[in-house]
């Protein structure tokens, strides 16, 4: 499916709280010079110090109780074709999987593994009291044969309902073990509390420390108020469904750009700097509301194989922890500052204030996409309120211009 991408939310806890104040902090930060490997080992270890667990995906061998938590999917390769006018261009599944229709338009797979689950396995020393499961949002998950305990529990069929931090609580022989599993693998909404509540994220932000970015809330209590803000957000069951059958989503390669009418996902050879600006062909195409975006979005094809539309918040949530997954940009570059990758004013790259043509820069490509951090606040399918149309602020920092970036869906 084409996405337009574009949001803005306010990501607060109230009026005062978490983001309000770290984004009035200043922006700037020194470019962290240790590697994505560094960086996710010190958010890994932090998370384990707090929750006196591990990080969900090894064996925690500590003391009488031993757990092991994780989740597993099937991944779907090769890719889908939408239909027979596309035709693959390059890159894998892992580096971003170009196709190519019939006009030139280009766009990237999103891989998403179908049928996940949460697999739990716990033994202990001792008769096993209580075992419990809560999600991202601190809601408990109901566990089956959790009522009569022995020595052992182990359940490789749990749901999981949203990308974010799950906590297993057992207790057994009077001692109580806190593990901690980290979930940005489904298409679905991202809380993405366990990515901006460290460290480096609170550093990169402004904020002297992780206890000055809380502003008094616990780390636990952060998660859960986060994980609520997004409770009103929905996502259409048909694009679930088609995602998760079809194991992802395609997404455009390039920002939009006008031709002929119609949206085109290519390399732009013109910027619109006004609204008032006539659109040509080639042009990047900016300034647009989120109803004429997802509209014109829609009318990109008209096929009864597969559609186009703007990306959902899930899709978008989904496409930045996949460029972490795979390590093409780090946490800190996603949450904390992007303007190693996104085109601003402050960048490290264009050496210009003005926006650019969509692929130009290569330092802008990450596992193919282009353009995802900076240049234009893009718009995505939901609808926030009548006053704000656009949902998805998130991850990344944008100028303040409306886009349309499409996704391409299986019917």
């Not at 020393?125 to 999600?135: A, H």
């Not at 096929?303 to 795979?326: C, H, K, N, V, Y």
Request: hydrophobic fraction near 30%.
């Amino acid at each position: 499916m084409l996405i337009l991408a574009a949001v803005a939310i306010n990501l607060t806890i109230g009026n005062n709280g978490i983001f309000t104040r770290a984004q009035n902090a200043t922006k700037k930060w020194e470019e962290a010079s240790k590697n994505e490997q560094d960086e996710m080992d010190k958010v890994s270890n932090f998370l384990d110090e707090y929750m006196n667990g591990n990080s969900g995906e090894e064996d925690d061998n500590k003391g009488p109780i031993k757990v092991t938590l994780k989740i597993e999917g099937e991944k779907v390769t090769p890719p889908p074709l939408p239909s027979s006018d596309f035709t693959y261009v390059e890159g894998t599944i892992d580096t971003g999987y170009v196709i190519q229709d019939g006009e030139g338009n280009q766009f990237v797979w999103v891989p998403v593994d179908k049928n996940q689950k949460i697999k739990i396995n716990v033994t202990s020393e001792e008769k096993i009291d209580s075992i419990s499961l809560t999600d991202p949002y601190g809601d408990e998950i109901q566990l089956a044969n959790a009522d009569n305990l022995g020595t052992t529990y182990n359940n490789e069929n749990v749901e999981p309902t949203i990308n974010g931090p799950y906590r297993l609580t057992v207790t057994a022989g009077g001692e109580t073990k806190k593990v901690f599993l980290n979930v940005h693998s489904l298409y679905a909404l991202d809380t993405a509390a366990d990515w901006f509540f460290t460290e480096e994220v609170a550093n990169a932000q402004g904020a002297p420390s992780l206890d000055d970015l809380l502003m008094g809330y616990t780390l636990e209590q952060a998660y859960i108020e986060y994980g609520k803000t997004f409770k009103e957000f929905s996502e259409t069951e048909d694009y679930k469904q088609s995602v998760n059958e079809n194991g992802g989503f395609y997404i455009a390669r390039y920002e939009a750009s006008y031709e002929k009418g119609k949206v085109a996902s290519k390399v732009s050879t013109s910027t619109r700097k006004y609204d008032t600006t006539p659109l040509e062909d080639g042009m990047l195409w900016n300034d647009i509301s989120q109803t004429d975006a997802l509209a014109k979005a829609n009318e990109m094809y008209t096929s009864e194989e597969f559609t186009s539309s703007l990306p959902t918040g899930a899709a978008w949530d989904r496409t930045l922890s996949w460029l972490e997954e795979t390590g093409a940009v780090s946490i800190v570059e996603i949450v904390g500052d992007s303007k190693t990758w996104g085109n601003y004013e402050d960048d490290t790259f264009s050496n210009t204030p003005e926006l650019i043509n969509t692929g130009k820069y290569s330092q802008t490509e990450k596992n193919h996409i282009y353009d995802l951090a900076g240049n234009l606040l893009e718009r995505t399918t939901e609808v926030y309120s009548t006053s704000c149309v656009s949902r998805r602020w998130l991850h990344l920092r944008f100028r303040f211009s409306d886009f349309i970036v499409v996704s391409l869906q299986q019917l």
